[in-house]
Protein backbone atom coordinates (compact mmCIF):
# COMPACT_ATOMS: atom_id res chain seq x y z
CA UNK A 1 0.00 0.00 0.00
CA UNK A 2 1.22 3.40 -0.93
CA UNK A 3 2.39 5.22 2.63
CA UNK A 4 3.25 8.69 1.12
CA UNK A 5 1.44 10.87 -1.74
CA UNK A 6 2.58 13.83 -3.82
CA UNK A 7 1.39 15.77 -6.69
CA UNK A 8 3.64 16.50 -9.82
CA UNK A 9 2.88 19.26 -12.11
CA UNK A 10 3.79 19.12 -15.84
CA UNK A 11 4.62 21.77 -17.51
CA UNK A 12 5.09 21.33 -21.73
CA UNK A 13 8.04 23.62 -23.20
CA UNK A 14 7.98 21.59 -26.29
CA UNK A 15 4.89 19.78 -28.13
CA UNK A 16 4.14 16.64 -26.90
CA UNK A 17 3.20 13.30 -28.56
CA UNK A 18 1.98 10.60 -26.02
CA UNK A 19 0.32 8.82 -28.68
CA UNK A 20 -2.71 6.38 -28.01
CA UNK A 21 -2.40 4.86 -31.03
CA UNK A 22 -3.71 4.78 -34.98
CA UNK A 23 -7.38 5.97 -35.33
CA UNK A 24 -9.39 5.79 -38.81
CA UNK A 25 -9.94 9.71 -38.67
CA UNK A 26 -8.34 13.27 -40.16
CA UNK A 27 -5.96 12.63 -37.48
CA UNK A 28 -4.09 8.99 -38.18
CA UNK A 29 -1.69 9.87 -34.63
CA UNK A 30 -4.07 11.01 -31.76
CA UNK A 31 -3.34 11.92 -28.55
CA UNK A 32 -3.98 10.34 -25.23
CA UNK A 33 -7.52 11.84 -24.00
CA UNK A 34 -9.78 10.80 -20.98
CA UNK A 35 -12.51 9.28 -22.44
CA UNK A 36 -15.27 10.73 -20.33
CA UNK A 37 -13.84 14.81 -21.14
CA UNK A 38 -11.61 13.92 -24.02
CA UNK A 39 -9.31 16.23 -22.37
CA UNK A 40 -5.66 15.51 -23.59
CA UNK A 41 -4.19 13.21 -20.55
CA UNK A 42 -0.66 11.36 -20.38
CA UNK A 43 -0.56 7.87 -18.85
CA UNK A 44 0.88 7.67 -15.78
CA UNK A 45 2.84 4.17 -17.20
CA UNK A 46 4.72 6.77 -19.31
CA UNK A 47 5.23 9.07 -17.02
CA UNK A 48 7.18 6.69 -15.33
CA UNK A 49 8.52 5.07 -17.95
CA UNK A 50 9.92 8.90 -18.90
CA UNK A 51 11.62 8.81 -15.55
CA UNK A 52 12.96 5.37 -15.34
CA UNK A 53 14.14 5.93 -18.99
CA UNK A 54 16.15 9.42 -17.55
CA UNK A 55 16.89 7.76 -13.88
CA UNK A 56 20.55 8.26 -14.45
CA UNK A 57 20.78 11.13 -17.13
CA UNK A 58 19.02 12.56 -14.23
CA UNK A 59 21.57 12.24 -11.50
CA UNK A 60 19.83 8.85 -9.81
CA UNK A 61 22.28 5.97 -9.36
CA UNK A 62 21.51 2.62 -11.61
CA UNK A 63 21.25 0.20 -8.30
CA UNK A 64 18.29 2.50 -7.37
CA UNK A 65 15.95 1.85 -10.21
CA UNK A 66 14.80 -1.76 -10.03
CA UNK A 67 14.10 -1.41 -6.16
CA UNK A 68 12.64 2.11 -6.72
CA UNK A 69 10.53 1.94 -10.25
CA UNK A 70 10.49 -2.28 -10.27
CA UNK A 71 12.56 -4.59 -12.26
CA UNK A 72 12.45 -4.97 -15.89
CA UNK A 73 9.34 -8.09 -16.99
CA UNK A 74 12.36 -10.23 -17.85
CA UNK A 75 14.34 -9.95 -15.02
CA UNK A 76 14.92 -13.43 -12.70
CA UNK A 77 13.84 -11.15 -9.69
CA UNK A 78 10.34 -9.73 -10.12
CA UNK A 79 8.91 -7.58 -7.02
CA UNK A 80 6.86 -4.52 -7.31
CA UNK A 81 8.45 -0.86 -7.61
CA UNK A 82 8.22 1.46 -4.80
CA UNK A 83 6.64 4.43 -6.78
CA UNK A 84 3.47 4.80 -9.08
CA UNK A 85 2.44 7.67 -10.89
CA UNK A 86 -1.06 8.01 -11.42
CA UNK A 87 -2.75 9.78 -14.78
CA UNK A 88 -1.84 13.11 -15.55
CA UNK A 89 -4.99 15.42 -15.81
CA UNK A 90 -5.22 19.01 -17.78
CA UNK A 91 -5.29 22.04 -15.62
CA UNK A 92 -4.94 24.62 -18.19
CA UNK A 93 -4.37 25.13 -21.91
CA UNK A 94 -2.40 28.11 -23.86
CA UNK A 95 -5.34 29.55 -26.44
CA UNK A 96 -3.83 32.15 -28.94
CA UNK A 97 -5.15 35.64 -27.75
CA UNK A 98 -5.86 38.47 -29.54
CA UNK A 99 -4.34 40.70 -27.45
CA UNK A 100 -1.35 39.24 -24.98
CA UNK A 101 -0.52 36.11 -27.94
CA UNK A 102 -2.16 33.65 -26.04
CA UNK A 103 -3.87 32.96 -22.56
CA UNK A 104 -3.87 29.87 -20.02
CA UNK A 105 -7.17 28.75 -20.17
CA UNK A 106 -9.15 26.40 -17.79
CA UNK A 107 -12.94 25.92 -16.88
CA UNK A 108 -14.14 25.02 -12.97
CA UNK A 109 -13.99 21.16 -13.57
CA UNK A 110 -9.99 21.26 -14.50
CA UNK A 111 -9.50 23.35 -11.39
CA UNK A 112 -12.32 21.29 -8.88
CA UNK A 113 -10.24 18.13 -10.28
CA UNK A 114 -6.61 19.95 -9.60
CA UNK A 115 -7.75 21.27 -6.10
CA UNK A 116 -9.44 17.68 -4.82
CA UNK A 117 -5.75 15.70 -5.97
CA UNK A 118 -3.69 18.16 -4.38
CA UNK A 119 -6.15 17.51 -1.39
CA UNK A 120 -5.73 14.14 -1.49
CA UNK A 121 -1.89 14.34 -1.60
CA UNK A 122 -1.74 16.58 1.87
CA UNK A 123 -1.59 20.12 -0.05
CA UNK A 124 -4.83 22.13 0.24
CA UNK A 125 -5.53 24.85 -2.13
CA UNK A 126 -7.77 27.19 -0.98
CA UNK A 127 -9.78 28.18 -4.36
CA UNK A 128 -12.63 29.40 -4.56
CA UNK A 129 -13.91 27.85 -7.97
CA UNK A 130 -15.91 29.94 -9.69
CA UNK A 131 -18.82 29.21 -12.10
CA UNK A 132 -18.76 30.38 -15.62
CA UNK A 133 -21.71 30.49 -18.21
CA UNK A 134 -21.30 29.75 -21.53
CA UNK A 135 -20.15 32.61 -23.97
CA UNK A 136 -18.86 34.25 -20.83
CA UNK A 137 -15.27 33.95 -19.18
CA UNK A 138 -13.62 35.31 -16.15
CA UNK A 139 -10.52 37.09 -16.15
CA UNK A 140 -7.65 39.01 -14.10
CA UNK A 141 -6.01 41.01 -16.60
CA UNK A 142 -7.53 43.91 -18.20
CA UNK A 143 -5.25 44.23 -20.80
CA UNK A 144 -6.66 41.31 -22.69
CA UNK A 145 -9.62 42.60 -23.18
CA UNK A 146 -10.62 44.62 -26.74
CA UNK A 147 -13.53 46.99 -25.56
CA UNK A 148 -15.16 44.53 -22.99
CA UNK A 149 -14.67 41.63 -24.78
CA UNK A 150 -12.01 38.77 -24.67
CA UNK A 151 -11.39 37.20 -27.91
CA UNK A 152 -9.51 33.47 -28.20
CA UNK A 153 -9.07 32.00 -31.60
CA UNK A 154 -12.55 33.22 -33.63
CA UNK A 155 -14.46 33.65 -30.73
CA UNK A 156 -15.34 36.50 -28.67
CA UNK A 157 -16.42 36.33 -24.98
CA UNK A 158 -18.13 38.69 -22.41
CA UNK A 159 -15.28 39.30 -19.85
CA UNK A 160 -15.45 39.52 -16.11
CA UNK A 161 -12.83 40.64 -14.05
CA UNK A 162 -12.60 37.99 -10.86
CA UNK A 163 -10.71 38.41 -7.79
CA UNK A 164 -11.38 34.93 -7.28
CA UNK A 165 -9.50 34.22 -10.41
CA UNK A 166 -6.51 36.25 -9.48
CA UNK A 167 -6.18 34.44 -6.30
CA UNK A 168 -6.10 31.22 -7.99
CA UNK A 169 -3.58 32.11 -10.89
CA UNK A 170 -1.15 33.32 -8.29
CA UNK A 171 -1.56 30.67 -6.28
CA UNK A 172 -0.85 28.23 -9.47
CA UNK A 173 1.77 30.09 -10.86
CA UNK A 174 3.89 29.82 -7.62
CA UNK A 175 2.85 25.77 -7.05
CA UNK A 176 3.52 24.86 -10.82
CA UNK A 177 6.32 26.44 -11.91
CA UNK A 178 9.95 25.89 -10.93
CA UNK A 179 11.94 28.27 -9.25
CA UNK A 180 14.26 30.34 -11.69
CA UNK A 181 14.88 33.10 -13.58
CA UNK A 182 14.34 30.95 -16.68
CA UNK A 183 10.59 30.31 -15.58
CA UNK A 184 9.86 33.81 -14.60
CA UNK A 185 8.19 35.16 -17.48
CA UNK A 186 6.06 32.30 -17.69
CA UNK A 187 4.98 32.38 -13.84
CA UNK A 188 4.08 35.95 -13.96
CA UNK A 189 2.14 35.25 -17.53
CA UNK A 190 0.24 32.19 -16.35
CA UNK A 191 -0.69 34.59 -12.73
CA UNK A 192 -1.57 37.45 -15.04
CA UNK A 193 -3.10 35.15 -18.01
CA UNK A 194 -5.22 32.72 -16.62
CA UNK A 195 -8.81 33.16 -18.24
CA UNK A 196 -11.90 30.32 -16.89
CA UNK A 197 -14.14 29.70 -19.30
CA UNK A 198 -17.32 27.40 -18.87
CA UNK A 199 -16.72 23.80 -19.18
CA UNK A 200 -18.16 23.36 -22.21
CA UNK A 201 -16.00 25.87 -23.88
CA UNK A 202 -13.20 24.78 -22.53
CA UNK A 203 -13.98 21.19 -23.85
CA UNK A 204 -14.40 22.66 -27.45
CA UNK A 205 -10.26 24.05 -27.25
CA UNK A 206 -9.16 21.61 -25.22
CA UNK A 207 -10.43 18.92 -28.35
CA UNK A 208 -10.08 21.33 -31.43
CA UNK A 209 -7.13 23.84 -30.98
CA UNK A 210 -4.23 21.11 -30.62
CA UNK A 211 -0.86 20.99 -32.63
CA UNK A 212 -1.90 18.87 -35.83
CA UNK A 213 1.40 18.19 -37.95
CA UNK A 214 1.52 16.59 -41.17
CA UNK A 215 4.54 14.08 -41.93
CA UNK A 216 5.50 12.13 -45.05
CA UNK A 217 7.10 8.35 -44.89
CA UNK A 218 10.44 8.41 -46.98
CA UNK A 219 10.65 5.55 -48.86
CA UNK A 220 14.53 4.55 -48.36
CA UNK A 221 15.34 3.03 -51.65
CA UNK A 222 14.40 6.48 -53.38
CA UNK A 223 14.84 8.88 -50.93
CA UNK A 224 11.44 10.66 -51.66
CA UNK A 225 7.79 10.10 -50.14
CA UNK A 226 6.11 7.28 -50.56
CA UNK A 227 2.69 6.91 -52.22
CA UNK A 228 0.02 7.41 -50.20
CA UNK A 229 2.96 8.04 -47.29
CA UNK A 230 0.70 11.25 -46.01
CA UNK A 231 -0.09 11.29 -42.14
CA UNK A 232 -1.29 13.69 -39.64
CA UNK A 233 0.15 13.83 -36.25
CA UNK A 234 -1.74 15.36 -32.95
CA UNK A 235 0.48 17.13 -30.30
CA UNK A 236 -0.52 19.08 -27.21
CA UNK A 237 0.89 22.41 -27.36
CA UNK A 238 3.54 23.70 -25.79
CA UNK A 239 3.22 26.32 -22.19
CA UNK A 240 0.13 23.56 -21.45
CA UNK A 241 0.04 22.38 -17.59
CA UNK A 242 -0.74 19.30 -16.17
CA UNK A 243 -0.91 17.44 -12.99
CA UNK A 244 -0.61 14.15 -11.84
CA UNK A 245 -0.26 11.98 -8.27
CA UNK A 246 2.91 10.46 -7.28
CA UNK A 247 2.90 7.99 -4.45
CA UNK A 248 5.21 5.88 -2.81
CA UNK A 249 5.40 3.02 -0.38
CA UNK A 250 8.75 1.38 1.09
CA UNK A 251 10.86 -0.69 -1.06
CA UNK A 252 10.06 -4.60 -1.46
CA UNK A 253 12.75 -6.32 -2.82
CA UNK A 254 12.27 -9.54 -0.94
CA UNK A 255 16.08 -9.11 -0.01
CA UNK A 256 17.11 -8.62 3.61
CA UNK A 257 15.13 -6.15 5.39
CA UNK A 258 18.46 -3.83 5.99
CA UNK A 259 17.92 -2.78 2.22
CA UNK A 260 14.78 -1.85 2.41
CA UNK A 261 14.06 2.36 2.20
CA UNK A 262 10.81 3.51 4.04
CA UNK A 263 8.25 5.29 1.85
CA UNK A 264 9.31 8.86 2.90
CA UNK A 265 12.69 8.68 2.00
CA UNK A 266 11.26 6.49 -1.97
CA UNK A 267 9.42 9.83 -2.19
CA UNK A 268 12.37 11.72 -1.15
CA UNK A 269 14.32 10.10 -3.76
CA UNK A 270 12.33 10.52 -6.60
CA UNK A 271 11.02 14.40 -5.45
CA UNK A 272 15.02 15.02 -5.75
CA UNK A 273 15.33 13.74 -9.00
CA UNK A 274 12.42 14.76 -11.04
CA UNK A 275 11.81 18.38 -9.14
CA UNK A 276 12.60 21.37 -11.58
CA UNK A 277 14.26 19.11 -14.20
CA UNK A 278 13.57 18.32 -17.56
CA UNK A 279 11.56 15.08 -18.71
CA UNK A 280 11.11 13.62 -22.09
CA UNK A 281 7.60 12.25 -22.55
CA UNK A 282 5.69 9.93 -25.10
CA UNK A 283 7.09 9.77 -28.49
CA UNK A 284 8.91 11.51 -31.60
CA UNK A 285 11.85 12.49 -28.99
CA UNK A 286 14.57 12.64 -32.32
CA UNK A 287 12.22 15.46 -33.37
CA UNK A 288 12.37 17.33 -29.98
CA UNK A 289 8.62 16.31 -28.97
CA UNK A 290 7.61 15.34 -25.77
CA UNK A 291 9.85 17.82 -23.46
CA UNK A 292 8.11 19.21 -19.89
CA UNK A 293 9.41 20.80 -16.47
CA UNK A 294 8.58 18.64 -13.38
CA UNK A 295 7.70 20.31 -10.18
CA UNK A 296 7.05 18.37 -7.36
CA UNK A 297 4.12 19.72 -5.17
CA UNK A 298 4.95 17.73 -1.60
Same mark, same amino acid.
Given at each position: ??????????????????G???????????? @??????????? %??S???????????? /?????????????????????????????????????????????????? +???L??? @?????????? !???????V????????? +? %???????????????????????? %??????????? +??? %?????????? !? !??L???????????????????????????????????????????? #?? /????? /????????????? #? #??? !??????Q?????????? @??????????? /?????? #??
Amino acid at each position: MFEKQAAVFLYAVSPVHMGAGQAIDVIDNPI @QRERHTRHPSF %AGSGIKGAVRHSYES /LGGRREDIDRLLGPDSNSSNLHAGAVSFGDAQLVALPVRSLKGGYVYATC +PQALARA @QRLLALTGKQ !ADWQIPTVDDGACLFCN +P %ALLSGDKLHLEAFEYSATESSSVK %AIAADLATRAL +PVG %ASHDFFRSKL !A !ADLVVLSDTDFGYFAEHAMLVEPHVCIDEKTGTAKDGGLFYTENLPP #ES /LLIAP /LMASKTRTGKDRD #E #ELP !AEAVLGQIKTLIDGRLL @QIGGDATTGRG /LVVAKV #EG
